[in-house]
């Protein structure tokens, strides 16, 4: 289920968005009816839907605070006057802009589109938390070989060697091996 932020000004907006939101399966439905409020949300969302102009500010902000410092998918909806000029703004901030009035249709393909974003940033996440940790490996592999060669005058081609053996040998990884040696030889 996904959650859903839906930042709007009044009681009114709130029920209509609502309405749409969940007929496209958004149930799980937080309103704040001001940018404050909607910051002091704790939970992580997966869509945020901002109802411009708020209470206290036009949105625009919110939808750049939001879209900067969370996974979260932002939509901002705003009057037909101006939707390009805050399409301009926040198009390369990753937030999708619709003008209002909504039209049911193409709202239920910025949704889709919306998720569709979503779903290819968390897979670039996740790539990149598994590029990370592989380089903090290879970091703590290259500590053992540079300790195997200071400490046991082995060249780097042997450290390297050695390390490898070491993993066949004990049918273990090489960040275990690695790991090993680190304890053994670093004082």
Known sequence: ??????????????????????????????????????????????????????ADENG??????????????????????????????????GVLVISKPINKHLFHHYLLFADCFRSRLL???QENDKLKHMVEDLKIIDRAKILLVTCLNMSEEQAHRYLEKQAMDMQTSKLAVAKQVIRTYQN
């Open 1 to 54: 289920m996904k959650k859903t932020l839906l930042v709007t000004n009044s009681e009114q907006s709130a029920a209509a968005l609502s309405k749409l939101l969940e007929e496209e399966g958004y149930k799980d439905i937080t309103v704040s009816y001001a940018a404050y409020s909607a910051e002091q949300q704790e939970e992580e969302f997966d869509f945020v839907c901002i109802n411009a102009p708020l």
């Open 60 to 93: 625009i902000a919110l939808a750049t605070r939001f879209a900067n410092t969370t996974r979260a998918s932002v939509v901002i909806i705003v009057p037909k006057a101006s939707a390009d000029q805050v399409s301009d703004m926040l198009n390369e901030k």
């Open 123 to 125: 897979r670039v996440e």
